[in-house]
């Protein structure tokens, strides 16, 4: 069985840092993506970075784009998003989630459609 448990988040000042972690487990696919959204009140959820198992090519939305960092450690099969320069409307639900059929170097690589397995959220909050 597939699970994914985020970690990490937290109640943090603007310009500050945050590291989520999103442990994976029940993989049988060595060809699968994990990806990182969130979902702010009222708005639809975004993709923001999602990075591939098999080759660790990465991927980001242009609105966290030189803020955020993602990466792996395939030993612990885990999955970490470091933030930086944390904005007041980076405050959100983060959810890890996990493609196991990526369309890679297309828009859908970022798409919560496209997403077979999803974690239970971490809540973030940026006070100004």
């Known amino acids: 069985e597939v699970q994914l448990v985020e970690s990490g988040g937290g109640l943090v000042q603007a310009g500050g840092s945050l590291r989520l972690s999103c442990a994976a487990s029940?993989?049988?696919?060595?060809?699968?993506?994990i990806g990182w959204f969130r979902q702010a009140p009222g708005k639809e959820r975004e993709g923001i970075s999602c990075?591939?198992?098999?080759?660790?090519?990465?991927y980001y939305a242009d609105s966290v784009k030189g803020r955020f960092t993602i990466s792996s450690d395939n030993a612990k099969n885990t999955v970490y998003l470091l933030m930086n320069s944390l904005k007041s409307e980076d405050t959100a639900v983060y959810y890890c989630?996990?493609?196991?059929?990526?369309?890679?170097?297309?828009?859908?690589?970022?798409?919560?459609?496209?997403?077979?397995?999803w974690g239970q959220g971490a809540q973030v909050t940026v006070s100004s």
């Open positions: 990075i591939s198992m098999l080759n660790d090519n990465t």
């Open positions: 989630a996990a493609d196991i059929s990526p369309e890679y170097h297309t828009p859908s690589i970022l798409s919560q459609y496209e997403y077979d397995y």
């Open positions: 029940g993989f049988i696919f060595d060809d699968y993506v």
